[in-house]
């Protein structure tokens, strides 16, 4: 069986409050830095693999793992990204409190197809997404991999993983009840 540990990033610049730009671009704050520090001290077992999202605050936290297992490979999958259900155009140079009131309207509207435009994504591609991942993850030979990714993505993987004939619409209506993942938090998951 592979042990997985998804470990969602270190506080972002955009979780401590501060306006962003580009949602793959932002970076973390002094104190994600200082916590994805910690954290690569306290990894369970070396990695046969460490695996990142392309946005900078998964590899800004990844980094640190990274240099204390050189001889490790990293690799970045481009489909472990965060959900993008807002468009990002519309959200450039917003907090996270001006966007709530948006957030809170998309989980009531309960629409895994509903698209908020061109640059965002429905509930139902995440969660194909999810599905991608774990094909990924299971087609690999590495037992012990280490991905750092986001708080929603390792919402939608557990989904994917714990109820895979759960219907799209039922894992959305579920999805707002799953447990907080908190930033450097390690959710353990095995295939």
């Known amino acids: ?14 979780n401590a409050g501060m306006p962003t730009e580009n949602r793959s671009s932002f970076p973390l704050s002094p104190l994600g830095v200082e916590q994805a520090k910690a954290l690569s001290e306290k990894l369970p077992f070396t990695p046969d693999l460490i695996v990142s999202s ?3 605050r998964a590899w800004e936290t990844a980094a640190p793992t990274a240099a204390r297992y050189p001889y490790i490979p990293m690799e970045i999958w481009p489909e472990v990204h965060e959900f993008t259900y807002l468009s990002p155009a519309t959200c ?8 709530r009131p948006r957030v809170v309207a998309y989980w009531e509207r309960l629409d895994p197809d509903y698209l908020d435009g061109g640059d965002a994504e429905t509930f139902r591609d995440v969660m194909a997404r999810a599905d991608l991942a774990i094909e990924h993850l299971a087609s690999r ?6 991905i750092f990714s986001h708080e929603q ?4 993987v557990q989904l994917a993983l714990r109820a ?12 707002p009840s799953m447990p907080h993942v908190r930033n450097c938090e ?4 095995h295939l």
């Open 1 to 14: 069986m592979k042990e997985i540990l998804w470990i969602r990033h270190g506080q972002s610049v955009g």
């Open 92 to 99: 450039v140079g917003t907090t996270t409190a001006d966007r």
């Open 153 to 156: 993505f390792i919402k939608c």
């Open 164 to 175: 895979p004939d759960m219907s799209v619409g039922e894992k959305m209506r579920s999805f």
């Open 186 to 189: 390690i959710v353990p998951l």
């Open 141 to 146: 030979w590495e037992q012990h991999i280490v």
């Open 54 to 56: 392309p946005f900078r």
